[in-house]
């Protein structure tokens, strides 16, 4: 009788082991095969009596706030990029063409851009090509309909330049950033940090005291000459609109 009864015990604590395992495994199997999604439904519902805790609503409005704050100053940007876009497309006479910015290659962002105006428009090459802040190039090309102004950033474009406080020329060239080189014609007069530059007041090829930029920083021991960088005023990433000058005038 006694021997029955551990029989007994025995097959039903080998069953329950049996089935133990077997659910188990199969839990293991389900994780495995819906990538533990099951578990975390699960882990969720378990958790949602107590969260967002303090902390966590925290966290919320916090990164509701950036959110919000972030989204205020890009609004504010677009508003005042498509002010001077507006005021560019307004802003046509004889001697101006506005015109929009259609395409730009990612391989030469610095370099040039393409423009929604063009021979039928009486744009012709060389004539300058000024932005929301100033010059940023000038015409290089021109078919029927379109054009292709070269930036002052392309990498090896010069133009003259003039620095009205120490009243000297200097080249500026591109280096393929929105930062061009100054350089200085008399190296015995350096300009400084905040002086503005421009397009020469005697100037024949291009408009005469058009703004160009600021001087941004000057390295007084360069080898083989000093140097500075300019930063322009019109951001040539971000121009949209732009108007080409007829005859430089």
């Known amino acids: 009788m006694i021997k029955a009864r551990k029989k007994i015990g025995l097959h039903l ?24 999604a099951g578990y975390l439904d699960f882990y969720s519902v378990l958790l949602k009596p107590i969260l967002p805790g303090t902390a ?18 890009l609004l504010e940007e677009d508003n005042i990029r498509l ?10 006479n004889d001697k101006r063409i506005s015109a929009a ?35 940023i190039g000038l015409i290089d090309s021109t078919t029927l309909l379109t054009s292709r102004v070269r930036l002052l950033t392309d990498p090896g474009h010069q133009i003259g330049v003039w620095i009205n406080r120490t009243k000297s020329h200097g080249i500026l060239t591109g280096m393929g950033t929105n930062r061009p080189k100054l350089i200085f ?18 100037s024949t090829l291009l ?23 300019v930063q322009l005023t019109a951001s040539p990433e971000a ?11």
Do not use: C, M, Y
């Open 13 to 36: 604590l080998l069953k329950r082991r049996f089935w133990i395992i077997f659910l188990f495994g199969a839990l293991l199997l389900g994780i495995r095969w819906t990538k533990g």
């Open 56 to 73: 966590q609503r925290e966290w919320i409005q916090e990164g509701d706030n950036i959110e919000r704050n972030l989204r205020l100053k």
């Open 83 to 92: 002010r001077r876009a507006l005021f560019l497309q307004e802003f046509h």
């Open 101 to 135: 910015v259609i395409s730009r290659s990612s391989s030469g962002w610095w370099q040039q851009l393409e423009i929604n105006k063009g021979a039928k428009d009486g744009i012709l090459k060389g004539q300058t090509v000024i932005g929301p802040g100033g010059l």
């Open 185 to 202: 014609l008399n190296k015995n007069i350096l300009p400084k940090i905040g002086d503005s530059v421009t397009t020469s007041p005697a």
């Open 207 to 229: 408009p005469p005291n058009l703004v160009i930029g600021v001087v941004q920083f000057v390295e007084e021991k360069a080898l083989p000459a000093p140097f500075a960088i």
């Open 239 to 249: 121009i949209d609109w732009v108007q080409v000058l007829r005859n430089n005038g």
